[in-house]
């Protein structure tokens, strides 16, 4: 029989071989996790029920053995009754947790970290990538504000990102600079405040090539400690700064000759600084080719991006140039793969430039690429918002695309028609051949982003419709892609496809009135993987994604296996909060305010979510009753039968279409 091991480097887990362990509640998880902690070390039963409760109830001591007990099961179920315990043993005044050393995941990456420091330098990073690769999530997650787990937590965290800027430092030294530049950027997206990773991200750029893209994340790095701390960056980065527009020598790659072309091309681009005027109209395009290339990084990248990108279409909406003003909104293409917006109040300006700027467009031909742009733009900034005026754009900018037989032109269009692509359910057969298209394109033509963008998409449409072999092969190849071209945000939408995986194989009921239920440790598994993908949003740069996420993937999970719904209303529901407020409503057997909130409830929004809101809907009215409620629900689902709600999204689902369909025609049938 494989021996169990455990896992605290995200949520805290058991296992035996692949299978996970049923731990039953929070507080049998929580007594594992202080006994895990420990250390094999004895805790007394006294320490236990003083870390478990604020205030212990009078039967507390009780409680704690019976946990214990419930956790002796589940690790030894084959030990004979009345056998000593072997692995969870009683020991004077408490328990220990006799677990094997590399039993524990937060062990073996100790142990990987302090032997990467014995190897030589060549084979220290494959090492400390291996180590890296226990993390889950944030170490004893779920307990993260327990006082007995904040000194172990911190402990492990700062040892993690010590282990990421060392393994970088190792690669910059070792000539691999380039491998080190993804995981830095993503480690900054989390952590913005660790000045070395500042310092060995702009090296590792630098000795890349990417002199501009150096200097740009060392003035991320003083904008960001001036702005929020009120402190100038320390001397090693004030150094590097220094070396780098002074091209020092001592900073270029270890035994390789300074590149004469790059020099060149480095001296053309200061030439070109000094001599072209600040704000002058070659300025601004090449602006918003900056921010596009920010855009791309995640992070704070996005964020800059977006800050300063309406900055740029005034000002050239301001020259009175239309042509100009065109280039400059439409040379923004981005590729996008969420149908909701970051900042709806900036999309909606962006879209406004847009369409004063087809208004005085000439109407040459020659005009009909920027033309295109303008329409890509409007189709691509509408998302999410529920208007004849996206489609009408996206198909037009498609058609000009394609009789101008410009690749680039037409994966820029392709995306605005994908954004539109989500005014119904049912829709995913269509955004797969979009994703196909792009991926195409991507190959073909050298379109990096929009070949990535492709991948997902056919991940998303394929996992709508259920074929997760398929999804698996375009995660993989989207996940490919991102490493070789340093594309970080890819990691998010991959991880949470990751979980909405795991959702899926833990079992589905065949509907949400006819569910056979499914084990707690799946629905462990399933809520620690949401929780762990949730995680890399942080930082991310993408709110639109963000807000109202996880909880909207938690109410999934319980409803796709026929659970009662329980929603927490002090939680972050951000757009999805007007689904969620009923079934608060309901629990406090308030049943006509949350009749009321269900009728009140709008269509839900032309995005990937489309399906799993409205089977929220569903829910809903299954609950209450509701038969008008019932039958536009089904109206609107039934497009998607066959398919598995909300997993259009690539990040969460409702359970199968049919299954909610199934019990609203047995509600109506009654």
Known sequence: ?????????????????????????????????????????????????????????????????????????????????????????????????????????????????????????????????????????????????????????????????????????????????????????????????????????????????????????????????????????????????????????????????????????????????????????????????????????????????????????????????????????????????????????????????????????????????????????????????????????????EDIARRLDDPALLAFALNGVFMQSCTRAGLAPRRDAIGAELVTLGLRHGLVNHEVLGHLIRLQARAALADLTAADEHARAADRLAERHERPLVAVFTAWYRALREAVSAGSSPGPSDSPGSSGSSRDSAEAAYRSAAARLDGAGMPGLERGLLPLALLGLRLSRGRPARVDPGADWGPYRPWAEPFALLAEGRDTEARDALRALPEPPPDLLYEALCCAEAALALALGDRPALRRTYDRLLPAAGELAGAGSGLLTFGPVDGWLAAIRRALEE
Request: charged share 30%.
């Open 1 to 397: 029989m494989d021996a169990v091991t455990f896992g605290v480097l995200g949520a805290v887990t058991a296992g035996r071989g692949p299978h996970p362990l049923a731990l039953k509640g929070p507080r049998h998880r929580a007594v594992l996790a202080r006994l895990i902690l420990a250390r094999r070390r004895v805790v007394p039963v006294a320490r236990l029920v003083e870390d478990l409760w604020e205030t212990p109830p009078p039967r507390a001591v009780g409680a704690v053995r019976t946990f214990v007990g419930d956790l002796r099961r589940a690790l030894e179920p084959d030990r004979p009754p009345r056998a000593p315990a072997r692995l969870l043993v009683t020991e004077g005044p408490g328990y220990a947790l006799r677990a094997a050393p590399d039993a524990v995941d937060a062990w073996r990456f100790e142990a990987a970290v302090a032997e990467a420091d014995r190897l030589p330098a060549a084979q220290a990073p494959d090492r400390l990538r291996t180590a890296l690769g226990e993390w889950r999530g944030p170490a004893y997650a779920e307990f993260g504000t327990e006082d007995w787990a904040r000194g172990e937590r911190s402990r492990l965290t700062e040892l993690r990102l010590r282990a990421v800027e060392r393994r970088a430092e190792l690669l910059v030294e070792l000539g691999r600079a380039a491998e080190a530049v993804p995981d830095l950027d993503a480690h900054l997206t989390e952590h913005p405040w660790r000045e070395e990773s500042w310092r060995l991200l702009a090296l590792a750029l630098y000795r890349t090539g990417r002199q501009a893209d150096a200097l740009a994340v060392l003035r991320r790095a003083r904008a960001l400690l001036a702005g929020r701390l009120g402190i100038d960056p320390g001397p090693r980065l004030r150094r590097l700064e220094a070396g780098i527009l002074a091209q020092d020598p001592e900073l270029d790659p270890p035994g390789e000759p300074a590149d004469a072309a790059a020099r060149l091309w480095t001296r053309a681009t200061e030439a070109y600084d000094r001599t072209v005027a600040a704000g002058a109209r070659a300025r601004l395009e090449s602006t918003v080719g900056l921010l596009r290339s920010l855009a791309v990084t995640g992070g704070g990248g996005l964020e800059a991006a977006r800050e300063h990108r309406m900055a740029a279409v005034q000002a050239a909406e301001e020259t009175g140039d239309a042509d100009l003003a065109a280039r400059v909104i439409g040379a923004y293409d981005v590729p996008a793969n969420w149908t909701r917006s970051d900042d709806p109040e900036l999309a909606r300006r962006i879209v406004e430039a847009a369409e004063r700027t087809l208004a005085v467009l000439p109407g040459a031909p020659s005009a009909d690429a920027a033309r295109c742009r303008l329409l890509a733009t409007v189709a691509l900034e509408s998302r999410g918002v529920r208007s004849p005026r996206g489609p009408r754009a996206a198909a037009e900018a």
